[in-house]
Nanobody
């Protein structure tokens, strides 16, 4: 299983970005996917997760109302639409996938629960 994350960049506060995570798997609907981020000197933290079918989602309190996760199983892709970005959103964003997580398992997000990871995409928000 390979994951390819993309869509990061340098933006000003208040701007929007859309991250994409494309997976090379056979049946993507079997995989829960999570977006995590890691800022310099900090632990990787869960931002938003989505169940295999896309019916169940999780958002960290810090991004609720600003970020939207969606899953297109026909395209093997998960998106993270990020709006009203703030400097504290600056981090490397990683997508992780797991074929063993039930919808009830995506909250709270646990890094160790995701078996497969993409390479990360850097999001930098300037004030």
């Amino acid at each position: 299983v390979q994951l390819q994350a993309s869509g990061g960049g340098l933006v000003q506060a208040g701007a929007s970005l859309r991250l994409s995570c494309v997976a090379s798997v056979g049946t993507f609907s079997n995989y829960a996917v999570g977006w995590f981020r890691q800022a310099p000197g900090k632990k990787r933290e869960g931002v938003s997760c989505i169940s295999g079918s896309g019916a169940v989602t999780y958002y960290a309190d810090s991004v609720k109302g600003r970020f939207t996760i969606s899953k297109d199983n026909a395209k093997n892709t998960v998106y993270l639409q990020m709006s009203s970005l703030q400097p504290e959103d600056t981090a490397v964003y990683y997508c992780g996938a797991s074929p063993t997580l039930d919808p009830s398992d995506i909250d709270p997000p646990i890094v160790e629960a995701y078996e497969y990871w993409g390479q990360g995409t850097l999001v930098t928000v300037s004030s």
